[in-house]
């Protein structure tokens, strides 16, 4: 999944402005690690960036990680699929 959709998804998703879909790319971008302790540093920017309680940041976060996750399950299975 390319960043441009990544951003339409997640603004689909989690019902976004284009402006929110960017900040939260972002966040996935410069923040992305495994782990609670980043789930916890993403979640916060989060809810600080885009002015949202914690409930909605973790939402936005499940939702993110979850599109990065098919992202890259979908790359690999590609990989397997052209041989």
Same mark, same amino acid.
């Given at each position: 999944? @390319? $960043?441009? =959709?990544? +951003?339409? %998804? &997640?603004?689909?998703? /989690?019902?976004? !402005? %284009? =402006?929110?879909?960017?900040?939260?790319? $972002?966040?996935?971008?410069? @923040?992305?690690?495994?782990? =609670?302790?980043?789930?916890?540093?993403?979640?916060? *920017? +989060?809810? %600080?960036?885009?002015?949202? =309680?914690? /409930?909605? /940041? $973790? !939402?936005?976060? !499940?939702?993110?990680?979850?599109?990065?996750? !098919?992202?890259? *399950? @979908? #790359? &690999?299975?590609? &990989?397997? #699929?052209? #041989?």
């Amino acid at each position: 999944m @390319n $960043e441009a =959709d990544f +951003i339409q %998804e &997640i603004m689909k998703q /989690a019902n976004l !402005t %284009e =402006d929110q879909g960017g900040m939260v790319n $972002e966040i996935f971008q410069n @923040n992305f690690i495994g782990g =609670d302790k980043g789930k916890d540093v993403i979640v916060n *920017l +989060i809810a %600080e960036k885009l002015g949202v =309680d914690k /409930a909605q /940041a $973790e !939402t936005i976060y !499940t939702i993110g990680a979850g599109l990065l996750a !098919t992202g890259i *399950l @979908n #790359k &690999i299975m590609g &990989i397997f #699929k052209r #041989k």
